[in-house]
C-alpha cells in the first residue's frame, strides 16, 4: 500500500480491540440496559440517536468543533441550539428525552442556558400566573433567555451582588442598574451574543430599604433586529480555555424599567405600594442552582465515562514495548501502571453513575415537596447536592487529565477527544458553587448534625451515621480477605468521616472557648472543615455505589465484575488517602499492606473486563468524537485521516511562504551566495 492510501479506514474492528471483547465475561448489553435504566430506555437512547445522527449538521458539529475558527464555532453551535429546539417542538420531547438527545451531542450549544436555567428558574421561582406568561413563551422559542447572576466583583457571595432592582411605586416598575463597575454581570452562558432575555438577580431595594437577591425578568434585545435595548450594553467577554460553543457574556444596566410583574414572585412578594412580603426564606431563590448541582454531578458522569471509554480502547489498539522479550511489543493496557492510571477513572465513572441515580431520586422526591410550600428537605437537599457536586468534578476532573496522560503524545491532539475534554471538564469545578465553597457548606450542615446528633436527637438522612451510637471501633479487616468485604470498606469509610468531623468540631469548640470569635475559629480551620466534608462524601458516593451493587437484578457475572470495581473503587480510595485512615486509626500499617495488595490484585481481576466496561457506556462514535476511542479501534488510520479536515493542509503551500517565509529564504540564499 502506498502511504497516500494509509488513510482508509479498515472495514473489521481492529483485531486486538476484538480480543478483548471476546474474552469479556459478561453480556455487554446487560451491563447497558442497567446503566440506561432498562432496555427500553436503552431503545429510547438509541431511537433518538439515529434520528440525532441522521442529519449532516449533527455529524458535522464535532469537526467544527475540533477544526474551526471561534467564530464559526458559535455559528454552528448556534444552528446546533436551533436545531434542538425544532426537534424537541416536532417531536415534542419529554425532558428526559431532551436530556439523552444533549448527553449525546456534545452538551454545549450557543443557548444551551435556555433549557438548562432559565427554564428551571421560571418553575421554580415564578407564581403559576407569571408561569402562565413566561414559562409559556420560554417553552415555545418566542423568547430565548439565559440566567444572569455573577457579577464581575461576586460569583460566590451572594449577598454581596451589586445590581440593584428599586421599586419606583408611582410607576408600578422596578429600575435595575448596575451602580458599579463591579456590578457588571458577567460570566452567564448564552449572554454574550444569543439570549434576548435574562432572568437577572438583583438586590431588591423597596421603600428604601434592601431585602437581599431576587429575580427579575429582564428583555435585553429586540424581538425584531436582536439589537441591545436602549440602556443595555452586552457583550461576549471574550476567549476562554474550553466550552467555546457557549457566548458567556457582561451586561450593563442603565435605568432599566420594567413592569412589577417582572420580578418572580413565589418566594417573595412586593405588592404595588412597595410592601415586601416573604412567604419562604431567601435561600428558596438559589432553587435553580441546586438542580444544577444535581445535572452536573451526571454531567461529571458523562466527560469521566467518555474519558476512560477513550483512555482503555486506545490501551488496547496501542503497542508500546516489550514485556517479554521473546514476545511481540506488549498492549500498553498490559502494564500495571498503565491499568493504575486507567481503572481509578473507570471505577469512578460507575461510582458516579449510580451515586447520582440515588441523588437524582432524593432530589425529585424533594422538589415534589418543595413545590408544595413543605421546605423542611431543603437544608439536607443543599448539602447533599452540594457535595455531590464538589465531589464528582472535583475527582472527574482529576482522573480525566490523568487518562488524557495515559494516551501519551497522541492525548494532546485534538482529535484525540480528550484534551477538549479536559478543558471543557475544568470549569465544572467552578461554576455553580465554587467546589471549596460547595465543601464549606456541607461542613457547615455536618457541624449542625453533628451537633444535634450530641443532644440527643436522632439523625435521619446522609448524616445519620453522626448519631449512632459508637461502640469502640474496631478495624473490621483481620486479613486481607476481610478488606473485600464491601459492608466493612463501607464500615471503615463512615468511620473515618465521623472521627474527621468530630476532631473538627471539638477544635473549633476547643478555638471558640479559648476566646476566638467563630468566624476567626472556623477560618483557623477551614482546611480542616473541607478535609470533613470530603470524608463525608466519600463515605456517601462509597455506600451509595456499594447498596447498588448489592440490590442489582442482574447475571452473577455483571454482578462480580460490579463488585470487583466496587471493592476497587473503595481500597483505592482509601490508599490515596492513607495518611488520614491511619491518623483516624480506622486503619492500621498492616491492614494499609494488604489494602495496597488487594489493590493491584484488583487491577489484574478488572483486566480481561476493561474494553466490556467501557463499551457498556455504548457511546456512537459520533459522540465520542475520538480517534483513539472509536468502536473499531482503528486509531492510526483514523489519526492520519483526521489530518485531512485541518484547514492548514487545505494548500500544499501556506500564504505565510509568500509573505514572509519566501522573502526570508531568498534573502539567506543570496547571503550564502
Ligand atoms: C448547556 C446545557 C444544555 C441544556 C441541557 C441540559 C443538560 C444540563 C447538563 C448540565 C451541564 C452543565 C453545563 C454547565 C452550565 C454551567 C452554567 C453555570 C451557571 C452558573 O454558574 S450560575 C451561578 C452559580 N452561582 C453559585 O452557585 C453561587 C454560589 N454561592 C451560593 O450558593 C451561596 O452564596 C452560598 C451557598 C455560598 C452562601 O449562601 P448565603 O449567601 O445564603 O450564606 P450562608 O452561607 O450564610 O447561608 C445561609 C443559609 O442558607 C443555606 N443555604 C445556602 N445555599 C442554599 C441552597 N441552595 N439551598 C438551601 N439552603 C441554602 C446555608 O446552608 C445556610 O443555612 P444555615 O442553616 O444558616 O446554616
Ligand atoms: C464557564 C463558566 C460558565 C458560567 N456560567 C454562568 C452562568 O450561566 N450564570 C452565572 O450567573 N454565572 C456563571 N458562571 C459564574 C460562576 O458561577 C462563578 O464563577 C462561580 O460561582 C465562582 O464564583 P467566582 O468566580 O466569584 O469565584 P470566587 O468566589 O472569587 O473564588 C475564587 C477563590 O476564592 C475562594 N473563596 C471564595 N469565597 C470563599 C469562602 N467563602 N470561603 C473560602 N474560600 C472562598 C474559592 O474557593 C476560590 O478558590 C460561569 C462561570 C464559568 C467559568
Redesign the pocket.
Known sequence: MSYLEFGAIPLQVNPDLQEERDQASFHVTELTHIIDGGAEKTQLRKRLEKLIYSDPDFRRFPDVRTFGTKSEFYGASVLKSIKLFQLRKEHQWTDEE??IV?SLVD???AL??H???FIPALERLATDEQKAKWLTIAKQYKILGT?A??ELGH?????GLETTATYDPGTQEFILNTPTISAMKWWP?SLGKSSNYAIVLATLITRGKRHGMHPFVVQLRSLEDHQPLPGIKVGEIGAKMGTLSTDNGYLILNNIRILRENMLMKNAQVSPDGTFTASAP??AN?AT??L?RV??S??AYTNISKAVTIGIRYSAVRRQSKLDPEEKEAKILEYQTQQYKLFPGLALAYAILFSTKLLKKKYREAQTEIMKGNLQS??EL?CETSGSKAFCTEHMLKEVEIIRQSCGGHGYLAASGIGMMTSSSAP?VT???ENT?MYL?VA??LL?RFSNAKSGEQIEGCTSYLSMNHAPYLCPFLSEKDCRNLSSLCDVYRYRAFIVISRVVRTVQTDIKDGLPQHDAFNKNLVHLVRAARAHCYFNVVKDFAEAVKELDASIQICTVLISLCCFFAVHGIVENSGDFLQTQTIGVEQLKWLKNLQTSLLAEIRPNAVALVDAFDYHDITLTSALGSYDGNAYERLYQSTEKDSMNSQEVHSSYHTYLKPFIQEMNKAKL
Open positions: 431532551s436530556d444533549h452538551h454545549g450549544h444551551g442556558l433549557h438548562a436555567m440566567y447572576q455573577t460569583g460566590t457571595y451572594l449577598q452562558g431567601n435561600q438559589y442552582m441546586v444544577l445535572r452536573i451526571e454531567f431543603l437544608p443543599h465544572l461554576v455553580e458553587g465553597v457548606q457547615r450542615y449542625k
